[in-house]
Structures are given as C-alpha cells and as structure tokens.
C-alpha cells in the first residue's frame, strides 16, 4: 500500500452518515424489490417507508455537512476523466439519496395505507390523487431511480475496491 503521504481521511461524522446510509439503502433496496416475495412472511412496506424517510434525514444532513466540510482530495496521481466521473458519480448519489425518498414519500402520499415512522408517528401527506399523473410519474421514477442505484452502487464499490486492490492507493481508506 502506498503510505499515506497527502491522503486525508473524512471526517468521522461524514464516515458515520456515510456508512448507516448505505446499509440503510442497500437494505431498503432489498425489500423495495423483494417486498411481493415476502408478503406472506413479513410486511416490509412499513418498514421500507420508515427507513426512507430515515434516508431523507440523514442524507439531508449529510449534504448539509457536506458543504461545510468539503471531501479530501484525491490522489494527485488520479487522471482528470476519473475525477470527474466520482464526482458525476457523487451528484447523482446525492439526487437519489432526496429523489428515491421523496418520490417514495409522494407514491406513499397517493395510497390508502398509513404513513408513518415506525409506528412512533403519522408522517403527513402530499395531496397526492391516487392514480393520477403525479402519482403514476413518482412511482414510475421512484421503480427507475432504485434501478440506477442499483447500478451507482456497483460502480461506487467496483471503483473502491480497484484503488484498494489494483492501483492499491488509500483512496478506500479515506472512508474507512
């Protein structure tokens, strides 16, 4: 491994948000998939709302924190188009951490079922019609934006793990 000469870290809140927010998507992406198949066993919905709007949360935080505390640079050894592609790569995670909630939130908000947070609380509503165009334009964005997440997440891990094994830099321990 090259030694750490001019590799920052991120900070540990941005590592904490970074982390709980991924394992809370890629779970809720599982049960947002998966939720037919396990409907006899489990009613996942719930739940899939509860941790998608937990999402929202911290990713709104996590942006916030973010402007205020900008990301350590990457190796200067790193080519321009690689750049630019993780910094692409980071918007478009960053829309999808707002998009897939909110549009989530708008899909829940045209449905007879309950929104809440975990039982705790009602979560209020969009004046959203079932079955009109706004609610058929969110569940359709909402089904395309878990896909493309799907894809974001392979290619954020397949990245990290190509600095850390082939080009063997501490760009994944930045976030470690």
Do not use: C, Q
């Amino acid at each position: 491994m090259t030694a750490g000469a001019g590799t920052e870290r991120y900070n540990a809140v941005a590592r904490t948000l970074h982390w709980v927010i991924a394992v809370v998507i890629i779970g809720n992406i599982i049960g947002g998939f998966f939720h037919d198949a396990l409907e006899d066993v489990v009613n996942v919905m719930p739940l899939h709302k509860s941790f998608g709007l937990t999402v929202l949360a911290l990713s709104l935080m996590r942006l916030v924190w973010r402007v205020m505390n900008p990301a350590p640079p990457l190796p200067a050894h790193t080519p321009a188009w690689e750049k630019g592609a993780a910094h692409l790569t980071h918007a478009l995670f960053y829309v999808l951490m707002i998009g897939l909630p909110m549009t989530g939130w708008l899909v829940s908000s045209g449905s007879k079922y309950p929104l809440n947070f975990f039982g705790l609380f009602d979560v209020p509503k969009f004046g959203i019609t079932p079955d009109g165009a706004i609610d058929g334009f969110a569940h359709e964005a909402h089904e395309i934006m878990g896909w493309v997440a799907v894809f974001l997440i392979v290619l954020h891990v397949g990245a990290a793990l190509r600095h850390h094994f082939v080009l063997k830099d501490n760009v994944l321990r930045r976030m470690a």
